[in-house]
Each structure stands twice: as structure tokens, then as C-alpha cells.
């Protein structure tokens, strides 16, 4: 907290620009999260929102707040962390995974390995854990589901969502692993078991290995070039040969083969060796 402190001290009159420059090495020392890995424009106007919101007229300020308040964290967590997700997301997708994917994988190995990166609020490792039951596999899968922001963690935890968050679920799907619940829906209880939800930062943190899939959408466009070039490199290494990494529809690799990746279908790749 010694440096913290220090920079904290340090003059005010300093360009805007090195207000929230200042701002992202205070706050990578504070939580470890490293903001200079996220695209700045996106990240600096989302963060100046909250900022103001709050009458802060610097991030040094804002700073000084948030480090001393738990609420503040929590909230610059949540808007830094963009958490935007609904079950099924790009039925199509999911469906090419269900009928064309999973059944060789299913095949070759007798327990599959699975992790749901950067998981927000669970509907992504929900719909995988619906997907794995439906093909009598549930009890035969490990499903991780890991996020940096313990709130999204807890929702995901709890398995209640607003019917929105369903509309795209097929209707087989939703009769059967969703109770209705005081205006809401509960995911069913067989679900929850099998979905291990941990924190986790993917830019800082070791992944593990030998995974079937890994699942990571709608997460990496947010990343600078270079971050998402380590984050593919690391992808690629946690999986076995053979196992798929599956990116967001905005998220295509386009010349995965640096990986060690191929292209298996549409937003899907293969650990090729």
C-alpha cells in the first residue's frame, strides 16, 4: 500500500491522461487486474460513467474512494468486468456443438473435461450442463466455470434469472431444467451440482490442462491485440489434442495454425497436436 499511497500523494495537476493512467497502475497494484489489457477506449469511457456518477472529478479521486470502500469495488468490478450473458446465445452454434461435435468427443474419451471461461452469471455452463444431460452424459463430464468477479459468481451460484435471460432456450429445455419461481426462473437443482464455479483472473492466473472444451465467448473482444494473443496461446495449450476451443460470433481467429489451432467449424477450433 506504500506505493499506493504514494502515488495517491502525488500532484494533482496532471492531464487527464495521466490521471487514468495513474488510475490503472494503482488499481492493477490494489486487485491485481490489469486494465492496460483492455481495449482503452471502451474501458475509459465505461469507467469515466461510473466515475461521474458517483461526482468524482478524477479517476484520482475516484481511486482514493473505491480503495477504501467495499461497495465502490464491487460496482467498478461489475462495470469493468462487462457482464452481458443469456443461455443458449446463438442457438445455431450451440446446436452444431450438440449434434456434430460432442458425439466423437463423447466416443474417445469417457470423461470429458470441460471449462466455461469467464462464465458472468452462469447461463453459459448451464446451457452446457442442459446440452451434456440431454446427450446422457451429465454424469460422465466435470464442468468448470470460472469468472473474475465474485457478484456474477454468486448469482451463478444461486441459478435464478429473469425469463428474458431464457428466450432463447428451446421450450423442451426450459420445461424441463427451470422451475418458475416469484416472477423468475430457478435452474434445476441436477444442474447446479455438476457446475463448479471458481474465481479466477485469465490474464493473471495459470489455466489448467487436458480440457475436452473450453468455452470462452463474447469476452476476448474487449482485450487488446496483444492480450488476446497470450490468452489464445494459453486456450490452446489447456487443451488435449483434439479438444475445441469455442469463441463468441465476433471472435474469429484468424490464422489460428500460430496456436496449434484449426479451424473444426464456424467459432470452433481444434488443438491440432
Known sequence: MGDIRSNLNASLNVSDDEDFARFIVNIKRLTSIDLSQYKENQMRRRLTTLRMKYGYSTFHDYFTALSGEARLRNEFLDRMT????????????????????????????????????????????????????????????????????????????????????????????????FVPSEGAFKVADRLKKVVKFQKQNLLLDTFGEKYDLIVCRNVMIYFTEEAKHILYGKFARALKPGGLLFVGSTEQIFSPGQYGLETADTFFYRRTN
Open 82 to 177: 462487462i457482464n452481458v450473458s443469456e443461455f443458449w446465445r446463438n442457438p445455431n452454434r450451440w446446436q452444431v456443438l450438440k449434434d456434430q461435435l460432442l458425439p466423437p468427443m463423447i466416443k474417445d474419451s469417457p470423461r470429458l473435461h470441460i471449462w466455461s471461461a469467464a462464465c458472468s452469471t452462469g447461463e453459459e455452463p448451464y446451457t452446457l450442463a442442459m446440452i451434456l444431460d440431454s446427450l446422457d452424459i451429465l454424469d460422465k463430464a466435470t464442468l468448470i466455470a470460472t469468472d473474475i468477479d465474485d457478484g456474477v459468481l454468486a448469482k451463478a451460484k444461486e441459478g435464478v434469472y429473469l425469463e428474458r435471460s431464457l428466450r432463447d432456450v428451446p421450450a423442451t429445455y426450459k420445461n424441463k431444467y
